[in-house]
């Protein structure tokens, strides 16, 4: 029976703390594989900001590279439109035979408005929940049942990336050097300097 992970999400960028969550959860709970599925258009956030999908895409083929447990999958993107956890995890369901156990990976921040979810219960028939620590945000009770992995160290976000590009900063080890090589190459997050290294 394979176990597979979901991990969703703008990734705009991917930085080192996605990549630490999926190897840690691959780990802890011994997936066969994490995949990677960045959003076309999240239906939660604002477009400002947000480089395009090919480039977002691109960025996370870039860093999940060399890593056999990890996948990248364009489902969201080719689908077009606002991207719901329901539509992916249906098309997860179909993707695999059906003794395959899905695993959908959140931070801990989104436990509250879990219930609010498009058409959450059909989504619990599908996947078991797995959160896991985000920085600044405390565990807090659900009455949806999770599994939660705590993930030591991680202390970034994809806003605090892009507020230091913008500001001329320095980013090495925040993400991986190809993504960082491929966002001063195409002068991601308006900034009009090459990026500090």
């Not at 931070?107 to 059909?122: F, V």
């Not at 990336?161 to 980013?171: E, Y």
Request: proline share 5%; hydrophobic share 35%; glycine share 6%.
């Amino acid at each position: 029976m394979k176990r597979i992970g979901i991990l969703g999400g703008t990734f705009n960028p991917i930085h080192v703390g996605h990549l630490t969550i999926a190897e840690m959860v691959h780990e802890q709970l011994k997936l066969d594989k994490v995949v990677f599925v960045p959003s076309n258009l999240p239906p939660h956030k604002s477009s400002i900001n947000v480089a395009s999908t090919q480039d977002r895409y691109h960025m996370v083929c870039l860093a999940a590279r060399g890593n056999p447990h990890f996948a990248v999958s364009d489902y969201e993107i080719k689908k077009g439109g606002k991207s719901y956890s329901v539509e992916t995890v249906n098309y997860f369901r179909d993707c695999y035979p059906k003794d395959t156990k899905l695993f959908f990976i959140i931070g801990n921040d989104l436990l509250p408005t879990l219930r609010a979810w498009k058409r959450i219960d059909e989504i619990l028939e599908v996947v078991s929940f797995v959160t896991v620590n985000r920085p600044g945000f405390k565990e807090e009770k659900s009455r949806i049942k999770v599994k939660t992995i705590t993930v030591p160290g991680l202390q970034t976000s994809s806003s605090y990336v892009r507020m230091r590009i913008t500001a001329g900063k320095t980013v090495k080890y925040l993400v991986p050097e190809n993504v960082l090589s491929y966002i001063d190459k195409k002068r991601l997050y308006k900034t009009n300097q090459s990026i500090k290294v």
